[in-house]
């Protein structure tokens, strides 16, 4: 088993920075990816961004050039840099944890953390 605590959400006001972070414990693969997701109230989840185990990111088009994504895989973390946040950057925040579901397994399982919101005013 895998948990993932998340720390770092608050309130912030447009055009201000948020930095999120999660700790994963447990079960952990060196291969695996990381990432981001998040969920505005009654809307789907989303991907934010994404980062492998060797540092290869991706980014949701609404957030690139804002958003960054880095992790410390010695620590088991990976971070989220949030700038130039805007009222519609509001939402829950997940952070994901995606690796085989054992070693040498072509399927992968996903994992999530519990959430913690952010909250952009104008």
């Known amino acids: 088993q895998v948990q993932l605590v998340e720390s770092g959400g608050g309130l912030v006001q447009a055009g201000g920075s948020l930095r999120l972070s999660c700790a994963a414990s447990g079960n952990i693969f ?10 505005a109230s009654g809307k789907q989840r989303d991907v934010v961004g994404t980062i492998t ?3 290869v990111t991706n980014y949701a088009d ?38 085989p579901s054992y070693i040498g397994s072509t399927s992968w399982y996903n994992y999530w953390g519990q959430g913690t919101q952010v909250t952009v005013s104008s």
Do not use: H
Request: charged content about 20%; aromatic content about 12%; glycine content about 8%.
């Open 30 to 39: 060196s291969n695996n990816n990381m990432g981001w997701y998040r969920q």
């Open 53 to 55: 185990s060797g540092g």
């Open 62 to 99: 609404s957030v690139k050039g804002r958003f960054t994504i880095s992790r410390d895989n010695a620590k088991n973390t990976v971070y989220l840099q949030m700038n130039s946040l805007k009222p519609e950057d509001t939402a829950v925040y997940y952070c994901n944890l995606r690796q």
